[in-house]
T-cell receptor
Framework: DTEVTQTPKHLVMGMTNKKSLKCEQHMGHRAMYWYKQKAKKPPELMFVYSYEKLSINESVPSRFSPECPNSSLLNLHLHALQPEDSALYLC?????????????FGDGTRLSIL | DAKTTQPPSMDCAEGRAANLPCNHSTISGNEYVYWYRQIHSQGPQYIIHGLKNNETNEMASLIITEDRKSSTLILPHATLRDTAVYYCIVRVYSGAGSYQLTFGKGTKLSVIP
């Protein structure tokens, strides 16, 4: 069992839909992350939030829009996605972004774009 | 780019120790080595991390060479549930007081009955 909870576990959407992925942690962590993982590839960092502020955007297309409403929640809003965006989207959290404490990952949302 | 090199795959007999090597010859003095594993259809699971000294926890041991250019993750008694992709990661400084993990391709460990 993971302490980072992601919903939904699976999502199928069309290219014109708008949907959101959710991530929640109650460990008091102040840094949260979104990663994208294509099949048989390693995870790739997309965004980092530190103390509820966006600190890193790894040149992610604007059709992905992150949001951090509070220190426990992280959302990823999706709009006008392309078939190549089909992947496993992983959320992680850590105590903060500058220390050496490890990141803890959720089990991801498996996204399929039709 | 990842700063680590790992063999793409390894086999280990059940009950034996699994020794997973990692090269990180360009590591800087203040960069930590982290190990994660990813079992099929799950998120990456943190295993252990270290800077200079050897580390041990309930899951594994981490042996870092004195020059810090390589390390070995040891699973002392491998079980079938340890079959996974193991990632060795050097956490790098990304500016403005921030660090990030860059995953390489990892080692696919297969534990064989």
């Amino acid at each position: 069992d993971t302490e980072v909870t992601q919903t939904p576990k699976h999502l199928v959407m069309g290219m014109t839909n708008k949907k959101s992925l959710k991530c929640e942690q109650h460990m008091g962590h102040r840094a949260m992350y979104w990663y994208k993982q294509k099949a048989k590839k390693p995870p790739e960092l997309m965004f980092v939030y530190s103390y509820e502020k966006l600190s890193i955007n790894e040149s992610v297309p604007s059709r992905f829009s992150p949001e951090c409403p509070n220190s426990s929640l992280l959302n990823l809003h999706l709009h006008a996605l392309q078939p190549e965006d089909s992947a496993l989207y992983l959320c992680a959290s850590s105590q903060d972004h500058a220390g050496n404490q490890p990141q803890h990952f959720g089990d991801g949302t498996r996204l399929s774009i039709l | 780019d990842a700063k680590t090199t790992q063999p793409p795959s390894m086999d280990c007999a059940e009950g034996r120790a699994a020794n997973l090597p990692c090269n990180h010859s360009t590591i800087s003095g203040n960069e930590y080595v982290y190990w994660y594993r990813q079992i099929h259809s799950q998120g990456p699971q943190y295993i252990i991390h270290g800077l200079k000294n050897n580390e041990t926890n309930e899951m594994a041991s981490l042996i870092i060479t004195e020059d810090r250019k390589s390390s070995t993750l040891i699973l002392p008694h491998a079980t079938l549930r340890d079959t996974a992709v193991y990632y060795c990661i050097v956490r790098v400084y990304s500016g403005a007081g921030s660090y990030q993990l860059t995953f390489g391709k990892g080692t696919k460990l297969s534990v064989i009955p």
